[in-house]
C-alpha cells in the first residue's frame, strides 16, 4: 500500500507513530509547499533549518506563519517560548494537531 500525500494524513501518521511515517513525510517534503509537513518534516530532520526556511516562506497566512514561529522556538531549545505560542495558537484553532505535538515535545525536554 502506497503512502499518504495527504498532508494532514501525513501528520496524523507521524504523531500516532505509523509504520514509514517518518519516510513518508521526508519524501514528501522534498518537493511539497506546504507549511505544515515541512514543518512536520523539520521537527524528525536534523538540522531542518531549511525545512523551516522553506516553511516561512510558503507560509500564506498568520496560521501557517504562527506554526513556523512555535516550531523554530521548539527546535531552537527555547520552549517556554514555544509553549506560550502554542497556547495562544491553539485557543484560536483547537483543532491544531502539530502545533499539539510541539507544545507536548517541548513539555517532554
Same mark, same amino acid.
Given at each position: ?34 507549511? &505544515?509537513? =515541512?514543518? $512536520? ?9 531549511? *525545512? !523551516?526556511?522553506?516553511?516561512? @516562506? #510558503?507560509?500564506?497566512g ?10 523554530t ?8 517560548? &514555544?509553549? =506560550?505560542? $502554542? ?9 491544531? *494537531? !502539530?502545533?499539539?505535538?510541539i @507544545? #507536548? ?5
Amino acid at each position: 500500500m502506497a503512502a499518504s500525500t495527504d498532508p494532514e494524513q501525513l501528520i496524523r501518521d507521524l504523531i500516532a507513530g505509523s509504520d514509514g511515517s517518518t519516510a513518508a513525510l521526508r519524501e514528501a517534503a522534498r518537493t511539497s509547499a506546504h507549511p &505544515a509537513v =515541512l514543518v $512536520a518534516a523539520a521537527l524528525i530532520t536534523p538540522a531542518g533549518t531549511d *525545512l !523551516l526556511d522553506r516553511a516561512a @516562506a #510558503a507560509a500564506n497566512g498568520t496560521r501557517d506563519r504562527q506554526l513556523v514561529a512555535i516550531a523554530t522556538a521548539h527546535l531552537r531549545g527555547d520552549h517556554d517560548r &514555544a509553549l =506560550l505560542l $502554542a497556547r495562544d495558537h491553539l485557543a484560536t484553532h483547537p483543532d491544531s *494537531l !502539530l502545533v499539539a505535538h510541539i @507544545a #507536548a515535545l517541548s513539555t517532554q525536554r
